[in-house]
Structure formats: structure tokens, C-alpha cells
């Protein structure tokens, strides 16, 4: 049957090909049971091509029922959030020698793209405080499964304990990567007295690495990171920290209170939130030969020539299955995230240091005055669902009246994107929703949001 969809579907084109090969159709599907094969045409597309004219009419028609949230901005929280992305970026992204320059394979024959990964490695060591980041994984879930497989490879041991609420997305990619080779992981939570408690029963002697996130998949900022680290160096375990990197322009780097591997999402540097498609995954470690050699991903490093006379950057280290050896690869990772990690590296050198700072201090102060609010004008409607004292860009709260997906449906018919409901995702945290806030989000924005949810709530 001819289907415009289908090449060589044409019946003289099939028929042609048929009598070349000397076989029947029916010849080349035997293998197909009966009771599955589709004996009518098939009911996709439109039922003939569409002109580019047609296409854009029915793209546009579609597109239309898209509400758009711009003042306000979303309040959507969940760890992915929205934020500015300054024109300088996208300009230099759309670039055609930057656009089309695909992930080097024969890197050595590409020295701008290779500058600009080293350039993006260099940064992103020097804001976690590590001493080698990589040139870049594909999200922050895919490098928070490495950073674990890491772990278990290393230590030689198949625990990681995890916070008693941990992202629960990244949870799900985790525990695909490492459940198949025998992995697990365990909770634990920090008590009042800052000491680690174990929630699951496991031996200690399982585990080989503990990992934090901070800020918390609730925006909790951890005040006291270094007793985790501590607790680590004690029991010879490996310490894992994920840290939003806009936070780092005002808490200490990871890698000043003894993390081995740092891991991030690059998606707020300038990478943007590309309808959940591509992203930035960040994955650094302390100098450790042993570390090193079991870093997944590629590593690009700065060399001169052997009389000195020039300078050159080549690719120094590569895990891919494809090359020889595969049996023994420690990842399966075949590529990275080359244009995200150039957009991230000209971010952070279009705002600077100074402008990293600042930029982190602004959403912290848009963060306490949501909180400040939500306290003092939701009282008898909600309350904050954490016993934080400090949160860094998102808020958990509870709602105490009505159900929170009938106040977030009120809210769009005002033109509010609300927060991230997450009382089907985490046990026992009840009507709860994340709310975002960062610097695109001004004083009369959160203002609004109060001011509709005192009314709906």
C-alpha cells in the first residue's frame, strides 16, 4: 500500500524492487505472525502531503493553545526553573561555526571548540571548589547516576546513602543505572544534635558513598554541609554533593568542606529549560588518581608543543564504549553536552564573579520575602512544609483549606503559573506545592501571587 510517509511505498517502485530480489512481500514479512500484521492502510498524517504553507497554518493553529506565562513569570518550581538568559549567549550560541560544531569525536581538528570546553571545565572547577570538572554530561540525573556508579566502583561497595527526601526524579534515573548491577541506596536523615542517623537497616560496612543535595529538592539550604563531609572521611566513604551552581555565588563551594565528586545542573547558565529537552549535566572531583580514572565523559587538557613554540588543546581523556576495550569502559556515555557547556561557559563569563554574587543574593532576598509573605498573609491558609531556617530559590508549602491542584487551576484562569505539586511524588509531605522564585520574578510579581492566593486558597 502507498503511504506518503513511507519511502518507496509507491506500488511500481515496491514491485520493481521485488522482481530485483526475486522475493514476494509476503516473502520478506513470514516472520511477522498473522494476528499482528495491519491489513488496512494506516490512519496517520493527513491523507496526502501538506504544502509548507499548509504546515505552518496547522503549526501555528496548534501552537495557539499554548498559554504563555510572561508577567507573571511561572512559579513552577521542581529544580528546574526559569531564568534570564542574556541575548550575548543565544547570540554567540546561533552562531554557525558554534551551532552546527557537533560534539568532536577527531576533537583535535576543532582547537576552538576544544578552547571553549577547557574554558567551561576551568569555571565550573574553580565555582565548585574541585579540581577537575569534565566537559559536560547530558543532565544533572545522568551525572548524578555516574557520579553513584562512581562510587560503587571505587569503594567496591553497592550502598550510597541518600537524603530522606532526594530529588525524586533523579532518584528514578539513579536507581535505573545502578539497580542493575547490584546497587542500592539507603536514607539517612540529619538530626537536631547534627549528627547522621541511618533511617534503612544496612550494614555501614555496604556503603560506599553519601550524597547530599544542597540546595534540597525542597530549596532547604544546608547550614552545616561540613558534618556530612566529616561523617564521610570517618566511615571511608566517597561525599557526593549536587549543588544548583547559582547558589555558589554566595555559599561555599562543595569542595571547601570535602566533597569527592560535585555534581550540578548547568540548565540555569544559560542554557535555559528547552521544553525538558537539552540540558546540562555537571560532574567534577577532587584530584584522586583513582577518581580520575574512573571519571566518565571526556576531559579536555591545555599542552604546548615539546620545543614550546606553540599551544594546544587535545582530548585527554575518553570513556566510550565504541573504542577498544569496551568490556572494561566505565561508562556508556558516548557524548556530551558540547553546545550547553559553551553557553554556560560564556555565561559565566559575561556576568562575572562580582555579577554571580549578586545574581545569587538577589534570588536569595526574592526567596525569604515569598516566605516573609506566604507567613504573614497566608497564615490561616497555608504554612511552609520544612523546618528550614534558609531557602535558596524555591519554597515547599502546604496548603491547609483546599485541595492545591483546584487553587493552581484558579490561579492559570488568572494568569498564574503556580507551584510544582508534589504530594503525589514524596510520602507523607501532604498538600504540598514548590514554588520558584529568581530574579526574573520582581517584588509586584510575588505581590500578585500573595494577593491571588489569599483569594483562591
Given at each position: 500500500?502507498y503511504?506518503?510517509w513511507?519511502?518507496?511505498?509507491?506500488?511500481?517502485i515496491?514491485?520493481?524492487?521485488?522482481?530485483?530480489?526475486?522475493?514476494?512481500?509476503?516473502?520478506?514479512?513470514?516472520?511477522?505472525?498473522?494476528?499482528?500484521?495491519?491489513?488496512?492502510?494506516?490512519?496517520?498524517?493527513?491523507?496526502?502531503?501538506?504544502?509548507?504553507?499548509?504546515?505552518?497554518?496547522?503549526?501555528?493553529?496548534?501552537?495557539?493553545?499554548?498559554?504563555?506565562?510572561?508577567?507573571?513569570?511561572?512559579?513552577?518550581?521542581?529544580?528546574?526553573?526559569?531564568?534570564?538568559?542574556?541575548?550575548?549567549?543565544?547570540?554567540?550560541?546561533?552562531?554557525?561555526?558554534?551551532?552546527?560544531?557537533?560534539?568532536?569525536?577527531?576533537?583535535?581538528?576543532?582547537?576552538?571548540?576544544?578552547?571553549?570546553?577547557?574554558?567551561?571545565?576551568?569555571?565550573?572547577?574553580?565555582?565548585?571548589?574541585?579540581?577537575?570538572?569534565?566537559?559536560s554530561?547530558?543532565?544533572?540525573?545522568?551525572?548524578?547516576?555516574?557520579?553513584?556508579?562512581?562510587a560503587?566502583?571505587?569503594?567496591?561497595?553497592?550502598?550510597?546513602?541518600?537524603?530522606?527526601?532526594?530529588?525524586?526524579?533523579?532518584?528514578?534515573?539513579?536507581?535505573?543505572?545502578?539497580?542493575?548491577?547490584?546497587?542500592?541506596?539507603?536514607?539517612?536523615?540529619?538530626?537536631?544534635?547534627?549528627?547522621?542517623?541511618?533511617?534503612?537497616?544496612?550494614?555501614?560496612?555496604?556503603?560506599?558513598?553519601?550524597?547530599?543535595?544542597?540546595?534540597?529538592?525542597?530549596?532547604?539550604?544546608?547550614?552545616?554541609?561540613?558534618?556530612?563531609?566529616?561523617?564521610?572521611?570517618?566511615?571511608?566513604?566517597?561525599?557526593?554533593?549536587?549543588?544548583?551552581?547559582?547558589?555558589?555565588?554566595?555559599?561555599?563551594?562543595?569542595?571547601?568542606?570535602?566533597?569527592?565528586?560535585?555534581?550540578?545542573?548547568?540548565?540555569?547558565?544559560?542554557?535555559?529549560?528547552?521544553y525538558?529537552?537539552?540540558?546540562?549535566?555537571?560532574?567534577?572531583?577532587?584530584?584522586?588518581?583513582?577518581?580520575?580514572?574512573?571519571?566518565?565523559?571526556?576531559?579536555?587538557?591545555?599542552?604546548?608543543?615539546?620545543?614550546?613554540?606553540?599551544?594546544?588543546?587535545?582530548?585527554?581523556?575518553?570513556?566510550?564504549?565504541?573504542?577498544?576495550?569496551?568490556?572494561?569502559?566505565?561508562?556508556?556515555?558516548?557524548?556530551?553536552?558540547?553546545?550547553?557547556?559553551?553557553?554556560?561557559?560564556?555565561?559565566?563569563?559575561?556576568?562575572?564573579?562580582?555579577?554571580?554574587?549578586?545574581?545569587?543574593?538577589?534570588?536569595?532576598?526574592?526567596?525569604?520575602?515569598?516566605?516573609?509573605?506566604?507567613e504573614?498573609?497566608?497564615?490561616?491558609?497555608a504554612?511552609?512544609?520544612?523546618?528550614?531556617r534558609?531557602?535558596?530559590?524555591?519554597?515547599?508549602?502546604?496548603?491547609?483549606?483546599?485541595?492545591?491542584?483546584?487553587?493552581?487551576?484558579?490561579?492559570?484562569e488568572?494568569?498564574?503559573?503556580?507551584?510544582?505539586?508534589?504530594?503525589?511524588?514524596?510520602?507523607g509531605?501532604?498538600?504540598?506545592?514548590?514554588?520558584?522564585?529568581?530574579?526574573?520574578?520582581?517584588?509586584?510579581?510575588?505581590?500578585?501571587l500573595?494577593?491571588?492566593?489569599?483569594?483562591?486558597?
Amino acid at each position: 500500500m502507498y503511504h506518503p510517509w513511507i519511502p518507496n511505498s509507491d506500488p511500481e517502485i515496491k514491485k520493481s524492487m521485488l522482481e530485483y530480489i526475486g522475493k514476494s512481500f509476503e516473502d520478506l514479512v513470514s516472520d511477522i505472525p498473522e494476528e499482528v500484521r495491519l491489513r488496512r492502510p494506516l490512519k496517520v498524517g493527513f491523507g496526502r502531503p501538506l504544502s509548507e504553507n499548509e504546515i505552518e497554518i496547522l503549526i501555528d493553529k496548534i501552537l495557539s493553545k499554548n498559554k504563555v506565562f510572561i508577567d507573571p513569570p511561572s512559579f513552577l518550581g521542581g529544580g528546574v526553573c526559569m531564568h534570564a538568559i542574556p541575548y550575548v549567549v543565544r547570540y554567540l550560541l546561533l552562531r554557525g561555526e558554534i551551532y552546527t560544531a557537533y560534539t568532536p569525536y577527531q576533537a583535535e581538528i576543532n582547537q576552538g571548540l576544544m578552547q571553549a570546553l577547557f574554558e567551561y571545565q576551568s569555571m565550573l572547577a574553580e565555582l565548585y571548589g574541585v579540581d577537575i570538572v569534565n566537559a559536560s554530561m547530558y543532565d544533572v540525573s545522568t551525572a548524578v547516576a555516574e557520579a553513584f556508579r562512581m562510587a560503587m566502583r571505587v569503594s567496591k561497595r553497592r550502598g550510597v546513602l541518600v537524603p530522606r527526601i532526594m530529588n525524586p526524579f533523579i532518584e528514578n534515573v539513579v536507581r535505573t543505572w545502578i539497580e542493575p548491577v547490584g546497587g542500592f541506596i539507603i536514607r539517612y536523615e540529619i538530626t537536631e544534635s547534627n549528627s547522621i542517623r541511618i533511617i534503612d537497616s544496612v550494614s555501614e560496612k555496604e556503603v560506599g558513598g553519601i550524597y547530599l543535595e544542597n540546595p534540597s529538592f525542597l530549596g532547604e539550604v544546608i547550614e552545616k554541609p561540613e558534618i556530612i563531609g566529616e561523617y564521610a572521611r570517618d566511615k571511608k566513604m566517597l561525599f557526593i554533593v549536587n549543588a544548583e551552581p547559582l547558589s555558589l555565588g554566595i555559599l561555599k563551594p562543595p569542595g571547601e568542606y570535602g566533597a569527592d565528586i560535585i555534581v550540578g545542573n548547568g540548565a540555569s547558565l544559560g542554557v535555559g529549560l528547552n521544553y525538558g529537552g537539552p540540558s546540562l549535566g555537571i560532574l567534577g572531583i577532587r584530584m584522586d588518581q583513582e577518581l580520575l580514572r574512573q571519571l566518565p565523559g571526556r576531559l579536555i587538557g591545555f599542552t604546548r608543543e615539546a620545543d614550546g613554540s606553540g599551544k594546544g588543546f587535545a582530548m585527554i581523556l575518553q570513556t566510550r564504549e565504541q573504542h577498544i576495550r569496551r568490556e572494561r569502559a566505565t561508562s556508556n556515555i558516548t557524548t556530551n553536552s558540547a553546545l550547553e557547556a559553551f553557553a554556560a561557559a560564556v555565561y559565566l563569563s559575561y556576568i562575572g564573579d562580582k555579577g554571580l554574587r549578586r545574581l545569587g543574593e538577589s534570588i536569595l532576598r526574592r526567596t525569604a520575602y515569598l516566605r516573609e509573605r506566604i507567613e504573614s498573609d497566608l497564615r490561616d491558609r497555608a504554612e511552609i512544609a520544612s523546618k528550614a531556617r534558609l531557602f535558596f530559590r524555591e519554597i515547599p508549602v502546604r496548603f491547609l483549606r483546599r485541595d492545591y491542584r483546584e487553587i493552581s487551576r484558579e490561579l492559570i484562569e488568572r494568569g498564574i503559573h503556580g507551584g510544582f505539586y508534589i504530594g503525589d511524588l514524596i510520602s507523607g509531605i501532604g498538600n504540598t506545592a514548590l514554588f520558584c522564585v529568581t530574579e526574573i520574578h520582581s517584588r509586584d510579581h510575588i505581590d500578585l501571587l500573595i494577593r491571588s492566593l489569599r483569594e483562591v486558597a
